[in-house]
């Protein structure tokens, strides 16, 4: 890059960061003494409000950066990230929006604790949701990585280290000083910025080709070196058995995780009512939905357009491909149109990695402060010292995201996505879903569906070849890899479940036919809904 790019694109990261760091002083005068503000901004956005806010939080670098780039290096199979971010959200639509927020108050814990022991269930749900959501940081700090190296030059080490730090600074500032109301601006701020820059990189794509968009994947075909493979399934989930059923596996990590990832959850709490929240799901699906399909275009746009040889010589795992076809359509290296659009795509990434790393951090500080220091200390803690507790959680979960981050610099991000995922829909989903509609679902039968889809998750991806034992691999000097897939959702999602049936036929608890039914009747009506 030159360093023109260098110079406008940092103008541009230190002008977003400026506004956000503006909108968390202001912010931050109000009194955030209380949970409800620190955790839910007071329950005061409006539905259109919150659905920006669920679109900038769900709109990640594995979208923006991750999504586009698998499309440009594999074609048809990329597509599967599209497709599965995008139906993720029917379920999320019709079966636990509203139920969330009439049951809970601020974490996931809240609504499988309203009719069990609350001690273990809050421990077991607090450590999944700290879990799911560090996992969904280091693929942040993975895309700021890429974007700060690119800008800087490919060889610049120290480049990706200070971009990684860099933002996890900045989030635990948002996160201590802001909480919720900051973080919502932040992410509305972050969608409407994103969402132009990929209309405008959508509209130049379809320009250059004149509308035709048979043109375009066919170019896209013939500069990929695979031909018409390129635009069919199979070129990476294709061919032997453990191909296939990765496919599958992150099929089902996609479609059903988005249920289960705490910052998604916790922005439902945000609404005044379980009706606002459900009109917020619907906000946000017709702004993602537009999303997706834009970054469609772009990721066979840059396989036409850069190539994907220049989009892997740039990054491996494809996570530079945006940021190169934004300088190409603008007229190439050196030109003042590839500068600019360079840059203001670069700092349009740098402001979803920030938004989003900042809901995230929020929501498990939360976890830890609400569900796993408030259940030790339930008797004597106070509010206030909750939301201090939630800060100082925020500092440690930034640190270990930092370091994870780095450690896992050269995986795509929306391929680390699919993970964080795959252990959502295997830790949270069945519990949750268990504690909405089984009647007789008991705390044991939480905890174990908890942890029986946890440690099955988090067991199978450090056996897996995405830790050791290949080339591309964390530790690619040593082998420990025993279970073939990258991805573990086919088994542990089905393990979650079934761990948490046993539990609950096992146990010698009785289920509280009283508290189903206050549940049952709150979840369903809101009736006594906070």
């Given at each position: 890059?030159?360093?023109?790019?260098?110079?406008l694109?940092?103008?541009?990261?230190?002008?977003f960061?400026?506004?956000t760091?503006?909108?968390t002083?202001?912010?931050?005068r109000?009194?955030?003494?209380?949970?409800?503000?620190?955790?839910?901004?007071?329950?005061?956005?409006?539905?259109?409000?919150?659905?920006?806010?669920?679109?900038?939080?769900?709109?990640?670098a594995?979208?923006?950066?991750g999504?586009?780039?698998?499309?440009?290096?594999?074609?048809?199979?990329?597509?599967?990230?599209?497709?599965?971010?995008?139906?993720?959200?029917?379920v999320?639509?019709?079966l636990?929006?509203?139920?969330?927020?009439?049951?809970?108050?601020?974490t996931?814990?809240?609504v499988?604790a309203?009719?069990?022991?609350?001690?273990?269930?809050?421990?077991?749900a607090?450590?999944?949701?700290?879990?799911?959501?560090?996992?969904?940081?280091?693929?942040?700090?993975?895309?700021a990585?890429?974007?700060?190296?690119?800008?800087?030059?490919?060889?610049?080490?120290?480049a990706?280290?200070?971009?990684?730090?860099?933002?996890?600074?900045?989030?635990?500032?948002?996160?201590?000083?802001?909480?919720?109301?900051?973080?919502?601006?932040?992410?509305?701020?972050?969608?409407?910025?994103?969402?132009?820059?990929?209309v405008?990189?959508?509209?130049?794509?379809?320009?250059?080709?004149?509308?035709?968009?048979?043109?375009?994947?066919?170019?896209?075909?013939?500069?990929?070196?695979?031909?018409k493979?390129?635009?069919?399934?199979?070129?990476?989930?294709?061919?032997d058995?453990?191909?296939?059923?990765?496919?599958?596996?992150?099929g089902?990590?996609?479609?059903?995780?988005?249920?289960?990832?705490?910052?998604?959850?916790?922005?439902?709490?945000t609404?005044?009512?379980?009706?606002?929240?459900?009109r917020?799901?619907?906000?946000s699906?017709?702004?993602?939905?537009?999303?997706?399909?834009?970054?469609i275009?772009?990721?066979?746009?840059?396989?036409?357009?850069?190539?994907?040889?220049?989009v892997?010589?740039?990054?491996?795992?494809?996570?530079?491909?945006?940021?190169?076809?934004a300088?190409?359509l603008?007229?190439?290296?050196?030109?003042?149109?590839?500068?600019?659009l360079?840059a203001?795509?670069?700092?349009?990434?740098?402001?979803?990695?920030?938004?989003?790393?900042?809901?995230?951090?929020l929501?498990?500080s939360a976890?830890?402060?609400?569900?796993?220091?408030?259940?030790?200390?339930?008797?004597?803690?106070?509010?206030?010292s909750?939301?201090?507790?939630?800060?100082?959680?925020?500092?440690?979960?930034?640190?270990?995201?930092?370091?994870?981050?780095?450690?896992?610099?050269?995986?795509?991000?929306a391929f680390?996505?699919?993970l964080?995922?795959?252990?959502?829909?295997?830790?949270?989903?069945?519990?949750?879903?268990?504690?909405?509609f089984w009647?007789?679902?008991?705390?044991?039968?939480?905890?174990?569906?908890?942890?029986?889809?946890?440690?099955?998750?988090?067991?199978?991806?450090?056996?897996?070849?995405v830790v050791s034992?290949?080339?591309?691999?964390?530790f690619?000097?040593?082998?420990?890899q025993y279970?073939?897939?990258e991805?573990?959702?086919?088994?542990?999602?089905?393990?979650?479940?079934?761990?948490?049936?046993?539990?609950t036929?096992?146990?010698d608890?009785?289920?509280?036919?009283?508290?189903?039914?206050?549940?049952?009747?709150?979840?369903?009506?809101?009736?006594?809904?906070?």
């Amino acid at each position: 890059m030159t360093a023109d790019h260098q110079v406008l694109a940092l103008l541009l990261f230190s002008g977003f960061v400026a506004v956000t760091l503006g909108i968390t002083t202001w912010v931050s005068r109000r009194r955030h003494g209380s949970a409800e503000e620190f955790y839910a901004g007071g329950r005061l956005f409006s539905p259109m409000e919150n659905g920006f806010a669920i679109a900038g939080d769900y709109m990640s670098a594995a979208s923006f950066l991750g999504i586009a780039g698998l499309i440009a290096l594999y074609g048809y199979d990329g597509l599967l990230y599209s497709v599965g971010f995008l139906v993720a959200w029917l379920v999320v639509l019709f079966l636990v929006a509203e139920l969330v927020r009439n049951c809970g108050r601020f974490t996931l814990a809240d609504v499988v604790a309203a009719r069990m022991r609350e001690r273990p269930v809050r421990i077991a749900a607090g450590t999944s949701s700290v879990m799911v959501s560090v996992l969904y940081l280091v693929a942040q700090m993975v895309g700021a990585g890429s974007l700060v190296a690119l800008l800087l030059g490919r060889t610049s080490g120290a480049a990706r280290v200070w971009a990684v730090i860099g933002v996890g600074a900045l989030m635990v500032i948002y996160v201590s000083l802001g909480g919720m109301r900051a973080t919502t601006w932040i992410q509305i701020v972050k969608a409407v910025l994103l969402l132009t820059g990929t209309v405008v990189l959508t509209v130049l794509v379809l320009v250059r080709f004149h509308g035709d968009v048979d043109r375009l994947l066919l170019t896209a075909a013939e500069r990929s070196g695979h031909g018409k493979a390129f635009l069919a399934p199979g070129l990476k989930y294709g061919g032997d058995w453990t191909a296939r059923f990765d496919f599958i596996s992150l099929g089902l990590a996609l479609v059903l995780g988005t249920a289960g990832l705490p910052h998604i959850l916790s922005r439902f709490y945000t609404v005044p009512t379980a009706r606002a929240a459900r009109r917020s799901v619907v906000w946000s699906i017709g702004l993602i939905g537009s999303f997706y399909l834009m970054t469609i275009v772009l990721g066979f746009g840059a396989a036409a357009v850069v190539g994907p040889r220049v989009v892997s010589a740039s990054n491996a795992a494809g996570n530079t491909a945006v940021p190169l076809l934004a300088l190409d359509l603008g007229g190439g290296a050196g030109s003042t149109g590839g500068t600019v659009l360079f840059a203001v795509v670069a700092a349009v990434a740098f402001a979803t990695i920030l938004a989003v790393v900042a809901g995230i951090t929020l929501a498990s500080s939360a976890s830890v402060a609400h569900d796993l220091y408030a259940s030790l200390r339930r008797s004597r803690g106070s509010a206030r010292s909750e939301v201090a507790v939630a800060r100082w959680a925020a500092v440690g979960i930034g640190l270990v995201a930092i370091a994870l981050g780095l450690l896992a610099r050269d995986l795509n991000v929306a391929f680390l996505v699919g993970l964080a995922f795959a252990v959502a829909a295997s830790a949270n989903l069945p519990v949750l879903l268990y504690s909405l509609f089984w009647r007789g679902f008991t705390t044991r039968g939480a905890v174990w569906a908890v942890y029986g889809g946890l440690f099955p998750a988090i067991g199978l991806v450090l056996l897996s070849p995405v830790v050791s034992g290949s080339p591309d691999s964390l530790f690619p000097g040593v082998d420990f890899q025993y279970f073939p897939l990258e991805n573990p959702g086919i088994v542990s999602i089905p393990l979650g479940f079934l761990a948490g049936w046993l539990g609950t036929v096992t146990s010698d608890e009785v289920a509280d036919e009283a508290k189903y039914a206050e549940t049952e009747v709150r979840s369903l009506t809101g009736a006594g809904a906070v």
